[in-house]
């Protein structure tokens, strides 16, 4: 079965400070998809990025950067020069890969609070 | 954003009443699918349709039905409700091919009084 793990459940830290957010998975599966969403106070479900399982290349994206480890099943996110803006929870989130249903198996998400 | 409704977006019912959630789509996708969040437990699916009523079980589908009689809607029907079913839904999309991520709805706050 398939699992995600995000041990830290609360995170806070100072604007400007950087942060990584750690994702954990299990799966049998030898291509799979890794993702990250973000929850605002509004509460909706805002999409971050997806990750191949055959592409372990980190990205980048303006403050944020995603490095994915497959030696340690991990999928972890940073963000460089925290805003308050960033004030969320975070979800890491694992699917199957191919053409069809993208069945999202959630971790437990990061509450991350950002201090002015 | 993606064309994603769903309705009511707040609701308080009594323990053992029939309530149906509803999910509205006009981007004309294949997959649609019905998710709780609860603390400490992210988000779980609950059932998943794709297509027109082809629908199948997710991680926790007990005490929940689905219907899909339009590629735009998808119903989430509690028989009867009861209290630990108090948690919020979210209906969300996808399209075929590998290449795609989910979209959310906004979300539907149920409480179980």
């Known amino acids: 079965a398939q699992k995600v793990t995000q041990a830290q459940t609360e995170i806070s830290v100072v604007e400007k400070e950087d942060v990584t957010l750690d994702c954990v998975y299990e799966?049998?599966?030898?291509?799979?998809?890794l993702f990250w969403y973000k929850q605002p106070p509004s509460g909706e479900l805002v999409f971050l990025i997806r990750?191949?399982?055959?592409?372990?290349q980190n990205e980048i994206s303006g403050r944020y950067s995603w490095n994915f480890q497959k030696s340690t099943s991990s999928f972890n996110f940073t963000i460089t020069a925290s805003q308050v803006v960033d004030s969320a929870v975070y979800f890491c989130?694992?699917?199957?890969?191919?053409?069809?249903?993208?069945?999202?198996?959630f971790g437990q998400g990061t509450r991350l609070t950002i201090n002015p | 954003d993606a064309g994603i409704t769903q309705s009511p977006r707040h609701k308080v019912t009594e323990t053992g009443t029939p309530v149906t959630l509803r999910c509205h789509q006009t981007?004309?996708?294949?997959?649609m699918y019905w998710y709780r969040q609860d603390p400490g437990h992210g988000l779980r699916l609950i059932h998943y349709?794709?297509?027109?009523?082809?629908?199948d079980k997710g991680e926790v589908s007990d005490g929940y039905s689905v219907s899909r009689s339009k590629t735009e809607d998808f119903l989430l029907t509690l028989e009867s409700a009861t209290s630990s079913q108090t948690s919020v839904y979210f209906c969300?999309?996808?399209?075929?091919?590998?290449?795609?991520?989910?979209?959310f709805g906004q979300g539907t706050r149920l409480t179980v009084v």
């Open positions: 969300a999309i996808s399209d075929v091919g590998g290449n795609t991520e989910a979209f």
């Open positions: 799966t049998r599966d030898t291509t799979y998809y």
């Open positions: 349709s794709y297509g027109v009523k082809d629908t």
């Open positions: 981007e004309n996708h294949r997959y």
């Open positions: 989130a694992l699917s199957e890969a191919g053409g069809g249903a993208q069945k999202l198996v």
């Open positions: 990750r191949n399982s055959f592409d372990e």
